[in-house]
């Protein structure tokens, strides 16, 4: 069974540094990977996506994720973080079966100091 | 994409009552899926429906259950409530020929007391 590993439960960086979330999955075949964000209260919004091609994505609000397969990572960076980027961030796999099955990872909660 | 709701925004029941919870996907999303998320964790999958019908369950009992209609809305039913029910409960719809990407709504949170 597919499995995200999201290693980092808290982390916290100053506004303007950069950033970087790490994302470790488990799947047998070619994997369709996310990340999702979610604000405090809220659900979950998509930041970006791999389902093949470009190993480097771009998503929205300046985020970009790199798929590794030899290292079975995905992880999402940030150059410049906003204050607004706290939030909680979700890595995900998909499973590619018969039904469309989100396996989601503990999350990432990011704080940002001034 | 955005434009999938919930409702209500917050629910609050007790032990062993019933609940039905509701979500609106855009139209042209065929697939919903709906996740508990309890607090402090990822969201988990509960189960799917494609066409009105069940396509995939997570591990969750039987008293876990659901429906989708012909205009892609969909509702989560659950019976008897345990307290470990409380949790946020998120709908997802996927639109056709997207590959799997979902799209979640704010979500529904459940207090059981």
């Known amino acids: 069974a597919q499995s995200v590993t999201q290693p980092d439960i808290h982390i916290t960086v100053s506004e303007g540094a950069s950033l970087e979330l790490r994302c470790n999955y488990s799947?047998?075949?070619?994997?369709?990977l996310f990340w999702y964000v979610q604000s405090p209260g809220q659900g979950l919004q998509l930041l970006l996506k791999y389902f093949s091609g470009d190993t480097l994505v771009q998503g929205i609000k300046g985020f970009e994720a790199e798929f590794k397969r030899s290292q079975s990572s995905f992880n999402l960076r940030k150059p410049s973080v906003h204050w607004s980027d706290a939030a909680e961030y979700f890595c995900a796999v998909l499973n590619s079966g018969g039904y469309q099955k989100v396996t989601f990872g503990t999350g990432t909660k990011l704080q940002v100091i001034p | 994409e955005t434009g999938v709701t919930q409702s209500p925004t917050h629910l609050i029941k007790t032990r062993g009552q019933q609940v039905t919870l509701r979500c609106s996907s855009q139209?042209?999303?065929?697939?919903v899926s709906w996740y508990q998320q309890a607090l402090g964790q990822g969201p988990q999958f509960i189960f799917q429906?494609?066409?009105?019908?069940?396509?995939g369950r997570g591990n969750f009992p039987p008293r876990f259950s659901g429906l989708q209609f012909p205009n892609y809305s969909s509702e989560l039913n659950v019976n008897a409530l345990e307290l470990d029910d409380s949790a946020l409960y998120l709908c997802a719809s996927s639109p056709v020929g997207q590959g799997g990407t979902q799209y979640f709504g704010p979500g529904t949170r459940l207090l059981v007391l």
């Open positions: 429906y494609y066409r009105e019908e069940e396509n």
């Open positions: 799947y047998g075949a070619t994997p369709y």
């Open positions: 139209s042209g999303h065929n697939t």
